[in-house]
């Protein structure tokens, strides 16, 4: 019923009168966007009711056709909502679907509703208010998330760890510490979307096709009511940029990136090797053969859909790299990668909420980890360096034949005889001892946005102030 058409597959209805014939079926197919634009019908009905209450404010359309419109739209946007709405695609896209079961419910006024607009001003600002309605989505997922982190965070301020580099056992770290790196991970992430929001926060409706147009329309007007803050002020760029669009991909891309990293991590932790996490059972899957198996799916998937969400930026970029102004019809290939990546990154933000929220903190092992591989032999130089007044790159060095001695024993720093220590460096004394454990050494690194627990309180105060 959307094809009001009373024509037949000759010609179109929008610009029958140019074409004596209609498109060949693989012109439709490789024309028609509806199969995915249809996702837009809401910003494209919203879009439509204030471009013609503008018109009509403006002396442009009658108050009458202006009701009708409106009142036409408000009928469509309920059948499509029940999913009585028939879509066609030979109406090519969401635009001229709507316009044609317009044109049907009310007759001619729907005719003028296309006044002062052409599809390029329409799609921009029907895309760009579902791109910014996805970015505000973005910042409410990314909020929980760093939510659930500052909680694990403050659970577990004291909870010791190795911290690595290289994956190699580095300095013992707390747990809550490690969780506050990502809360600064996805915070930035959070920024950078609240930064997007405002940049796109202009209206492109009124640049129609992409000179503007002579009738006198009130393009601040129709900014106002669809919340945007300002019109954009270059007609020829508005029809012409999908910046918006490239900047979510962006963003996604880095945020995926951060979320595949803690992904990796949870797959490494919950190892039986590693044993740092159990996940929880909602959040993991067995095998069908090997019983004793619980598999991080949820992490891998995640890990997976960085790829997808990068490969959507990619191949925007590349669509729209060598595009002359104003508008190709090659920008409606931004679409679908921008609700692809969408869709991946609101489903890997909330898989990794859960996960975070979920996960068991096995702080035995990681305690019994943190203490393993030397990682407090940064302690002990930084111990002679303060102590014993050694240059720190002497301190390192008789550290080294301390951590050689230790490997030959077989024995932990902590465990090495005093007597030996002071065969190799005669300043060492007992005192040394004090800091080797790994509750020591994270409680020494005081620094601003170091490991110890009161200054990862600290940081947590900051952000829960700003959650
Ligand atoms: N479906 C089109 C798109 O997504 C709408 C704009 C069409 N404009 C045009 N001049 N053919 O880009």
């Not at 004596?20 to 995915?36: C, K, L, Q, T, V």
Request: charged content about 25%; overall charge negative; glycine content about 6%.
């Amino acid at each position: 019923m959307a094809d009001g058409s009373s024509e037949t597959k000759s010609s179109n209805q929008m610009w029958g009168g140019r074409f004596a014939s209609g498109p060949d079926a693989i012109m439709e197919e490789i024309n028609a966007s509806i199969g995915f634009d249809k996702k837009l019908y809401a910003q494209d009905i919203r879009g439509s009711i204030a471009h013609a209450t503008m018109l009509a404010h403006q002396g442009i359309i009658s108050a009458e056709d202006k009701d009708k419109i409106v009142h036409g739209l408000d009928t469509i946007l309920s059948e499509i909502e029940s999913g009585a709405f028939e879509f066609s695609r030979r109406l090519e896209d969401i635009h001229m679907n709507i316009e044609a079961r317009l044109a049907t419910l009310i007759g001619p006024a729907a005719g003028r509703l296309h006044t002062a607009r052409s599809r390029n001003d329409q799609v921009a600002l029907d895309f760009r208010l579902w791109v910014k309605e996805e970015l505000q989505k973005t910042e409410r997922a990314l909020t929980a998330l760093i939510g659930a982190f500052l909680d694990r965070a403050e659970e577990h301020a004291e909870t010791v760890m190795p911290g690595f580099t290289h994956l190699q056992t580095a300095q013992p770290v707390t747990f809550g510490h490690h969780c506050m790196a990502y809360v600064e991970m996805f915070g930035r992430d959070r920024s950078r979307v609240r930064h997007a929001i405002e940049h796109m926060d202009e209206s492109p409706i009124g640049a129609a096709a992409l000179a503007g147009t002579g009738f006198p329309i009130d393009r601040h007007m129709t900014a106002k009511a669809l919340g945007f803050r300002e019109p954009t002020r270059n007609s020829i760029d508005t029809v012409s940029d999908r910046d918006f669009a490239l900047e979510f991909l962006s963003i996604a891309a880095i945020a995926a990136t951060h979320l595949s990293r803690l992904a990796e991590e949870i797959v490494i932790w919950s190892t039986p090797q590693f044993g740092f996490i159990r996940l929880s059972d909602a959040f993991s899957t067995g095998s069908s053969i090997m019983p004793q198996k619980k598999n991080p799916d949820a992490a891998e998937l995640v890990r997976a859909k960085t790829g997808r969400i990068n490969g959507s930026l990619i191949a925007l970029l590349t669509v729209m790299k060598g595009l002359p102004l104003a508008y190709s019809k090659d920008m409606q290939e931004d679409k679908e990668q921008v609700f692809d990546a969408a869709e991946s990154l609101e489903l890997a933000i909330a898989a990794m909420t859960g996960m975070v929220r979920d996960m068991t903190i096995r702080a035995d092992r990681m305690k019994a980890a943190a203490g393993s591989g030397y990682s407090t032999a940064t302690d002990l130089a930084d111990w002679l360096v303060r102590e014993a007044g050694l240059p720190f790159r002497d301190a390192h060095h008789v550290t080294g034949r301390a951590v050689a001695l230790a490997e030959e024993k077989g024995c932990d720093l902590a465990d090495l005889p005093l007597a030996e220590l002071k065969a190799i460096n005669p300043a060492i004394t007992d005192k040394l001892f004090d800091v080797l454990t790994v509750e020591a050494s994270v409680a020494s690194r005081t620094s601003f946005g170091g490991t110890a627990p009161a200054e990862v309180r600290k940081q947590i105060a900051w952000w829960r102030a700003r959650n």
